[in-house]
């Protein structure tokens, strides 16, 4: 069922887990992601930014509502960066929307994200917004201390902008680490302390299981991933093409030094095709996303 992400995470917070939000973009990881939260009677969060078809992925996800009814599923507009892509998103139906100005000075995240707020709240759809910045994994040893967020200004912000839920930079980063994560449990805590709505950990992947399952239980009801998902699907996918080659690809690709199968691909007979190989794909997604349901303390909550 589709259901408004204020609610599904208001319900994680009042009994301490957190929800993965996957980042989707087409058939295969929208319905990877609800047969994850299917298997394991977990909620989850349709994660998709506005690079992506916003209007297929809410097709996508209305079909996988229909054919998976006990799943309990919000539908975010990741990383929102204009009015205009908001108001795309909530007419396409998502149920909730990030409107991220947290590069933009104090008073402009203020001054927009409320303007959004009152538009989305009007037509019951949540809103995610970011105070402080969660950067980029490759340039973590530059960005990391830069733009962290600040308890008391966090207080200032809920409370001008009306938002559903606040995403913060605690020592995480988008995309994998250039170096070891460092994550601020007591910036955490105080502002678990401070702020009653539920607080979002943008840069899951790559943070390590022990940060993780610290900061939800320090007070994260959110968990964004994109990476580490993509990456363990690539690696069934790999694995898949790998064992499938015939022994002559196998003898070419281990004489050139390359695990890569040919770029003029002949079939290898029919027993190779793209189907099995984006389901593979597929499969590994859904293993790595399931992994954290459970980490995550959601599996059993739908
Ligand atoms: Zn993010």
Redesign the pocket.
């Known amino acids: 069922m589709l259901v408004s992400m204020r609610q599904m995470l208001d319900r994680a917070k009042a009994e301490k887990y957190a929800v993965a939000a996957p980042n989707t973009f087409n058939v295969e990881t929208v319905e990877a992601a609800f047969k994850a939260a299917s298997e394991l009677k977990s909620p989850v969060i349709i994660d998709c930014a506005g690079v992506h078809d916003i209007e297929l992925i809410a097709e996508l996800t209305r079909f996988f509502d229909k054919r998976y009814p006990e799943v309990a599923v919000a539908l975010n507009l990741?990383?929102g960066s204009t009015y205009e892509e908001a108001i795309r998103a909530i007419k396409a139906g998502f149920t909730s929307v990030m409107a991220d100005r947290s590069t933009l000075p104090y008073e402009y995240n203020v001054t927009q994200v409320k303007e959004i707020v009152q538009a989305a709240h009007a037509v019951g759809v949540s809103v995610e917004a970011e105070l402080g910045h969660?950067g980029m994994g490759y340039e973590y040893d530059k960005t990391r201390d830069g733009a962290l967020t600040d308890p008391d200004e966090a207080v200032r912000f809920v409370k001008e902008t009306d938002i559903d839920c606040l995403a913060v930079a605690v020592g995480t980063s988008?995309g994998s680490y250039k170096g070891e994560p460092r994550i601020e449990f007591d910036r955490l805590a105080a502002m678990h302390r401070k702020i009653n709505i539920p607080l979002v950990l943008?840069?899951g992947s790559g943070t390590g299981d022990d940060n993780l399952r610290r900061a939800v239980k320090t007070g994260i009801q959110k968990v964004?991933l994109f990476t580490d998902l993509s990456n363990r699907g690539i690696g069934f996918m790999r694995n898949y093409l790998v064992d499938m080659r015939s022994d002559a690809e196998a003898d070419a690709a281990a004489t050139a030094g390359s695990v890569e199968p040919a770029g003029e691909f002949d079939g290898n007979a029919g027993t190779i095709n793209l189907c099995d190989a984006f389901a593979e794909g597929a499969k590994g997604y859904k293993e790595a996303l399931k992994h954290y349901m459970v980490l995550f303390g959601s599996a059993g909550k739908a």
């Open positions: 990741d990383h969660v988008h943008h840069g964004n």
